[in-house]
């Protein structure tokens, strides 16, 4: 809740100070106890903020457009957050997005075979493996200093959104519980992994995966509209890059979490962890094809 009241409340006076911005932010308020959060006599804590009126949410891109408008909004609030003092944020799930750290989780799970279900995966154990660079490429670039630390969202999915029933127009980032400092990156990566994939999350039929470019180049043109201005030029020639270190990250979740029992995410068929870690490394597979033209696309729009 630090975390979440801090950036808001500097998202606010960021937006006080360009009203013209077409911007919201959520607003929270304190309880009477003091603190930002309530805990009932059960131990579950509660917490009120300011009801956001007049929008809706989308669950899925009906195509460009809600794409490139998705991307403005996340785009504006990681423009509107640069420059805060990123020392004021608590690393609220370490190492979150430190592939590295998930690649050495994988083989560690692999090793251990604690469901013994390892003997049916090693065409997927081998995929990752094949992939072992690309888990510290943006890693070393932050060491490096090439990449900046920034204030992450950590969950751009299309649907924490809020758009106006108005004017269609994006208005506010909404479900903060995973803001922490992180790389622009990974909110770019993440955001895609999700709206570029044609196919559900657990698709078993994987010729049905694959990437929409369509949404792609109008989530990058909305993005680098909104947020080019605060990014460096290493974060944007990453981009099309981080898409693919996104899903590879998360097929490998998966995988580990398949190998381990299914100990983290929820299932509701044994093999549900197996079928997503598919879908997902389908999908780096379908954007390796792709990188080429999604990089020759980012390099246009910033010569436009």
Known sequence: ???????????????????????????????????????????????????????????????????????????????????????????????????????????????????????????????????????????????????????????????????????????CVIDLDTVMPGLSLYDFGDSLRFLGNAAAEDERDLSKVRFDMALFRGYARGYLEAAGAALNAAEIRQLPFSVKLMTYECGMRFLTDYLNGDVYFRVSLPDDNLARCRTQFRLVEKIEELLPEMERYVALLCDS
């Open 1 to 171: 809740m630090k975390n979440i009241v801090r950036v808001t409340r500097y998202l606010a006076d960021a937006i006080a100070a360009d009203p013209g911005c077409g911007q919201r932010t959520l607003t929270f308020y304190p309880a009477r106890e003091g603190g930002w959060h309530y805990e009932d006599a059960g131990g579950d804590c509660w917490r009120c903020y300011r009801y956001v009126d007049n929008v809706y949410s989308l669950q899925a891109a009906t195509g460009e457009t809600d794409a490139y408008n998705a991307a403005r909004a996340f785009g504006a609030f990681q423009r509107m957050l640069d420059g805060f003092p990123i020392q004021q944020l608590h690393d609220t799930i370490p190492d979150f997005h430190n592939t590295a750290k998930r690649y050495d989780a994988l083989e560690e799970a692999a090793a251990a075979d604690r469901a013994g279900r390892r003997s049916s995966v090693e065409a997927e154990i081998a995929f990752a493996r094949a992939r072992k660079k690309d888990a510290s490429r943006l890693l070393e670039l932050l060491s490096a200093g090439e990449l900046p630390l920034r204030v992450t969202h950590n969950d751009t999915k299309l649907n924490n959104v809020l758009f106006s029933s108005v004017t269609r127009e994006p208005v």
